[in-house]
């Protein structure tokens, strides 16, 4: 079967690459930041030369080979989190759509924009600034001649982590898109209204549930963590200080159980009783991950809880089970030696298997019948 061509931009350590796997063939990647540029060429083979490290609003559409199928961003979430500074798309990092988007628009001018282009991001993204960012980036793109719907898909449908995001998939009006592709209506939980003006160039997308089932979260755990070190009996009371009652109580819950149980830990700012911000540490155990965070902005680590025989450990989670979260095998994928590195780099990433899911019931469909209308428009200009 002949591959499809496509674009990464914003790529990271190269996880929308590997969700997609062996039916596509990247024309092109960019990343700003050396580290990960690094992380990526040692993945995909120094010989790769399709790399370009450099800010986006610096590329060219002559830095861009041939006529992709698909470009795929991940651009920079800091700006539409709801744990950011909630600029929005006028913000520094947030604000890198824009230039991306200016060159989709003159690769269009070149005749040759891509069939099919996801944008990846926060949830967020559809409140910022009240809704107005997402309107606009669904006007800017509607308006460029693609028709674009929205999926909000969660990790844990697939790995133990909490993470939704979304995926905005836009296709070139003059794509056919297979009826199958389709849906009728708004996917269960979709809460926003779409804007009238977007009306006619919405798409529902259709898209099954997985059927392979999630992994417990124990399973990705290390017995034996590389990188990181169990707390000392100090750190974790200190640890433990930090909760409310109602977290100190699941973890009571968890002693008694009198089996060995894994729960994990952010340390978060509160407001107390008295109004004043005070640091809590908030414990889960229902068998899932919160979601991987960049340790940026006052964010901190996730911590590994383990009850063992009535006795409570704690450590960071590993570089290693960072990287299962994220659906990556860390026997195969140079994880950076730095802990800090590593540990941005896979809270910044993107979830293998929910892109390969995409991949399989979505963008390869819309990729085939891309590769098909251009066939067809070659042979009549012949």
């Known amino acids: 079967m002949p591959k499809f061509d496509w674009y990464e931009f914003f790529a990271g350590g190269g996880m929308a690459r590997l969700g997609l796997g062996r039916f596509w063939r990247c024309l092109l990647?960019?990343?700003?930041?050396?580290?990960?540029?690094a992380t990526y060429v040692e993945r995909f083979g120094s010989d790769k030369r399709e790399l370009i490290v450099s800010d986006v609003a610096d590329?060219?559409?002559?830095?861009l080979p041939g006529h992709a199928h698909l470009a795929w961003a991940s651009f920079p979430c800091q700006d539409l989190s709801l744990a950011g500074p909630g600029a929005g798309l006028t913000g520094r990092r947030s604000g890198a759509f824009l230039p991306f988007w200016d060159l989709m628009e003159r690769l269009a001018g070149e005749g040759r924009p891509p069939w099919i282009v996801v944008l990846e991001n926060v949830v967020g993204t559809l409140t910022s600034r009240g809704g107005a960012d997402f309107a606009n980036l669904m006007h800017t793109i509607c308006g460029s001649g693609y028709r674009a719907g929205a999926l909000v898909i969660d990790a844990a449908q697939f790995l133990p982590q909490s993470r939704?995001?979304?995926?905005?998939?836009?296709?070139?009006?003059?794509?056919?898109?297979?009826?199958?592709?389709?849906?009728?209506?708004?996917?269960?939980?979709?809460?926003?209204?779409?804007?009238?003006?977007?009306?006619?160039?919405?798409?529902?997308?259709?898209?099954p549930d997985p059927d392979a089932l999630v992994p417990p979260?124990?399973?990705?755990?290390?017995?034996?963590?590389?990188?990181?070190?169990?707390?000392?009996?100090?750190?974790?009371?200190?640890?433990?200080?930090?909760?409310?009652?109602?977290?100190?109580?699941k973890v009571v819950e968890a002693q008694a159980a009198g089996v060995r149980t894994i729960g994990t830990?952010?340390?978060?700012?509160?407001?107390?009783?008295?109004?004043?911000?005070?640091?809590?540490?908030?414990?889960?155990?229902?068998?899932?991950?919160?979601?991987?965070?960049?340790?940026?902005?006052?964010s901190s680590r996730q911590i590994v809880?383990?009850?063992?025989?009535?006795?409570?450990?704690?450590?960071?989670?590993?570089?290693?089970?960072?990287?299962?979260?994220?659906g990556v095998d860390p026997e195969r994928y140079p994880i950076p030696q730095s802990y800090s590195e590593a540990y941005h780099l896979f809270g910044d990433g993107v979830v293998v298997p929910?892109?390969?899911?995409?991949?399989?019931?979505?963008?390869?469909?819309?990729?085939?019948?891309?590769?098909?209308?251009?066939a067809q428009a070659l042979q009549l200009a012949i």
């Open 164 to 207: 939704p995001r979304l995926f905005i998939i836009a296709v070139r009006k003059e794509l056919p898109i297979p009826e199958r592709l389709r849906s009728d209506a708004a996917p269960p939980g979709w809460r926003r209204p779409i804007p009238p003006a977007l009306a006619a160039d919405w798409v529902w997308w259709e898209l």
């Open 217 to 249: 979260l124990s399973s990705l755990i290390e017995d034996r963590p590389l990188g990181v070190r169990w707390h000392t009996p100090q750190q974790t009371a200190r640890l433990l200080s930090l909760m409310s009652a109602r977290n100190l109580q």
């Open 29 to 37: 990647a960019n990343e700003w930041r050396p580290e990960k540029a």
């Open 354 to 374: 929910v892109v390969a899911h995409l991949e399989r019931h979505i963008l390869r469909p819309l990729a085939r019948a891309a590769a098909l209308l251009g």
């Open 305 to 326: 809880l383990e009850i063992l025989n009535g006795n409570v450990h704690s450590r960071l989670l590993s570089a290693g089970e960072a990287a299962r979260l994220m």
């Open 59 to 63: 590329l060219h559409p002559g830095d």
């Open 265 to 298: 830990v952010y340390r978060r700012m509160r407001t107390g009783p008295d109004g004043r911000r005070i640091q809590r540490a908030e414990v889960r155990f229902d068998g899932v991950a919160g979601c991987l965070r960049t340790p940026a902005g006052g």
